[in-house]
T-cell receptor
Framework: KAGVTQTPRYLIKTRGQQVTLSCSPISGHRSVSWYQQTPGQGLQFLFEYFSETQRNKGNFPGRFSGRQFSNSRSEMNVSTLELGDSALYLC????????????FGPGTRLTVT | GQQLNQSPQSMFIQEGEDVSMNCTSSSIFNTWLWYKQDPGEGPVLLIALYKAGELTSNGRLTAQFGITRKDSFLNISASIPSDVGIYFCAGLYAGGTSYGKLTFGQGTILTVHP
């Protein structure tokens, strides 16, 4: 099976812009979670989607949003980018019921200038 | 909120040595996961633990779910250069509205000298 894929791998944006990141889960996985990784804060949970519904959300401002499509692919959007949003954004997928093993994609490295 | 303390923060060892690291939590978890992350890549799942007291191996890696459900341990035996990387523990409380929210430790940076 193909692993979790994320596009793009690298992005450079300017402060104030918005950005959309994409994640394709492992085939058959219905749950997608997003995490932000920074040197200072480590890995922080953003939100989780299952069957197109957001089931859980971390402590991030409303500028961070996401959605999931019927084929389980997910996107996350960050509006009005700030310098502090520079990070590695990781997507993880799991089957969705019965097990909690999450499999991560390679991440999208976002740099805000 | 839940806090995970992972130690040590870094380790410098010789090839062939054994390694131990652990995570402790202020809250109970009912799932513990251990990951390894290489530079520029996403974390790779090494071991999953679901029961208090459970001991699980994956090759040279052995992990244990603490009986208090507030801690977990990872051991690597006979380390080799490709073990270099950052190791993370992650806990999950599968109840209420937690669903897929993993709480991560700060990571242990492992360096192996040939």
């Amino acid at each position: 099976k193909a692993g979790v894929t994320q596009t793009p791998r690298y992005l450079i944006k300017t402060r104030g812009q918005q950005v959309t990141l994409s994640c394709s889960p492992i085939s058959g996985h219905r749950s997608v979670s997003w995490y932000q990784q920074t040197p200072g804060q480590g890995l922080q949970f953003l939100f989780e989607y299952f069957s197109e519904t957001q089931r859980n959300k971390g402590n991030f401002p409303g500028r961070f949003s996401g959605r999931q499509f019927s084929n389980s692919r997910s996107e996350m959007n960050v509006s009005t980018l700030e310098l502090g949003d520079s990070a590695l954004y990781l997507c993880a997928s799991r089957v969705g019921t019965g097990t909690y093993e999450q499999y991560f994609g390679p991440g999208t490295r976002l740099t805000v200038t | 909120g839940q806090q995970l303390n992972q130690s040590p923060q870094s380790m410098f060892i010789q090839e062939g040595e054994d390694v131990s690291m652990n995570c402790t939590s202020s809250s109970i978890f009912n799932t513990w996961l251990w990951y390894k992350q290489d530079p520029g890549e996403g974390p790779v799942l090494l071991i999953a633990l679901y029961k208090a007291g459970e001991l699980t191996s994956n090759g040279r890696l052995t992990a244990q779910f603490g009986i208090t459900r507030k801690d977990s341990f990872l051991n690597i035996s006979a380390s080799i250069p490709s073990d270099v990387g950052i190791y993370f523990c992650a806990g999950l409380y599968a109840g209420g509205t937690s669903y897929g929210k993993l709480t991560f430790g700060q990571g242990t940076i492992l360096t192996v000298h040939p």
